[in-house]
């Protein structure tokens, strides 16, 4: 679609929020075009990153949601770690948990990096879908009293997680 068709669909929905996502944005040549657009139309962009692009390419005016990788997704060697100090005070993490392992790596980052400086209702953690009990993870967070946010895939609990669309 060309960006301005994009925009028309967007304008149709008559809502201020929109979220760009979906494997990496960033690697999308004009997705910085598009984001600039819509923000300049006056609505307020997310753009979720999987972290391997760097976030100088996309408009500090966006709210960036970074997904940081866990060792269990195979990618955290992917992580572009220079992107937790490019991070605004509007801007989120997300870690996606499959285990204990991910768990502890997720919160060492906390604790060694900048992101302990982050507002923890910024930081997110959310289970990989099927792989570890939410209230085990929940416990683990309590228990550390972890400066984050137990984050749910709310589409996968309230529609079949095996369907696309709705």
């Given amino acids: 679609m060309l960006i301005e068709d994009i925009v028309k669909n967007v304008d149709g929905f008559g809502c201020n ?3 760009i996502t979906g494997g990496e944005p960033l690697i999308q040549q004009e997705t ?3 984001a ?5 139309r006056g609505y307020k962009v997310l753009v979720e990153t999987n972290g391997s692009v760097s976030l100088n390419v996309i408009s500090d005016r966006c709210i960036r949601i970074v997904d940081i990788k866990c060792p269990s997704s195979g990618e955290a060697k992917k992580n572009l770690l220079q992107n937790i100090d490019l991070l605004g ?5 997300k870690f996606v948990i499959a285990d204990r392992i991910d768990y502890e790596f997720a919160k060492s980052m906390i604790a060694n990096s900048s992101l302990n400086k ?3 209702l ?4 959310s289970s990989v879908y099927g792989s570890i009990k939410l209230d085990e993870l ?4 309590l228990k550390d009293k972890i400066g984050a946010r137990l984050s749910l895939q709310l589409h996968k609990i309230i529609w079949d997680p095996e369907k ?3």
């Fill in 36 to 40: 600039d657009l819509l923000l300049s």
């Fill in 89 to 93: 005070k509007e801007d989120e993490i």
């Fill in 164 to 166: 696309r669309g709705v």
């Fill in 118 to 120: 982050l507002d923890p």
């Fill in 32 to 34: 910085p075009l598009l």
């Fill in 138 to 141: 929940a416990s683990w967070m």
């Fill in 122 to 125: 910024r930081i997110h953690f």
């Fill in 17 to 19: 929020l929109v979220e």
